[in-house]
């Protein structure tokens, strides 16, 4: 069995194993456990009472934190010359249409979220097998293919994020850095679980959040107390 680490010893007995804590106090708790030396990200676990290989049980969607995540989100917008103007003003990273698609056929892929319009997914859906498995393909249900990509940018940049439950009837994200405060920690972490209450399917049966987790990088998980978001 290996030794636990200066860090490790100290971090140790501040989370009793098998406790489930306030919202509040799990804010405050997953910085003082977190020692790395580097700006950790803030993560969320949540698990559903739901089969999400139902179509009707299905867990997805956005969430615009009132914090930001804290990342630098690079964005490329796909769209016609016509609105390349206001999505550059927005602060996309990246604007065009063809010569990006042509960069992603050739395996460029060094962006965060794609944002484009309806009318450009015909040249974009052939991308699939690229960007799907990387989770960059845009989605209406995810607000990344739109009309108004100038607002799409600006939301992507202030930190809303998309995200659904996995075939373990789990749902992670990054809600922040170590470096918030334990109020903006909090603040974004109740809009997350919040949003995914307000999700709970109707053909879900019985308890719907078994359990609610949040741990920095390396850190350990702090369990949180489904009540005291609610």
């Known amino acids: 069995m290996s030794k636990l680490t200066k860090n490790?010893?100290?971090?140790?007995?501040k989370v009793e194993a098998g406790k489930a804590y306030s919202l509040k106090e799990a804010a405050e708790l997953v910085k003082e456990i977190t020692t790395t030396k580097f700006d950790a990200s803030v993560d969320i676990d949540v698990r559903l009472g739901v089969d999400p290989r139902k179509a009707n049980q299905m867990v997805r969607g956005v969430v615009s934190l009132p914090n930001g995540t804290g990342k630098v989100t690079r964005v490329l917008c796909l769209c016609t010359p016509d609105a390349e103007a206001a999505a550059k003003e927005a602060g996309a990273d990246y604007v065009g249409l063809d010569e990006y698609i042509e960069k992603i056929k050739g395996g460029w892929t060094d962006i965060d979220v794609i944002i484009t319009m309806p009318s450009c997914m015909g040249k974009i859906g052939p991308l699939g097998r690229v960007l799907g498995p990387r989770g960059l393909m845009p989605n209406p249900k995810s607000g990344t293919v739109t009309m108004d990509v100038a607002k799409a940018v600006?939301?992507?940049k202030q930190g809303k994020i998309d995200f659904k439950v996995d075939k373990t009837g789990i749902i992670h994200a990054s809600i922040g850095k170590v470096?918030?405060?334990?109020?903006?920690?909090?603040?974004?972490?109740?809009?997350?679980?919040s949003t995914v209450i307000k999700l709970k399917p109707a053909a879900a049966k019985g308890t719907y959040v078994k359990s609610i987790f949040i741990s920095s990088t390396m850190s350990k998980g702090v369990k949180i107390d489904p009540k005291s978001v609610e």
């Open 179 to 193: 470096s918030f405060t334990p109020e903006q920690i909090f603040q974004n972490a109740k809009e997350f679980i």
């Open 154 to 156: 600006k939301e992507v």
């Open 8 to 13: 490790q010893k100290s971090v140790a007995d």
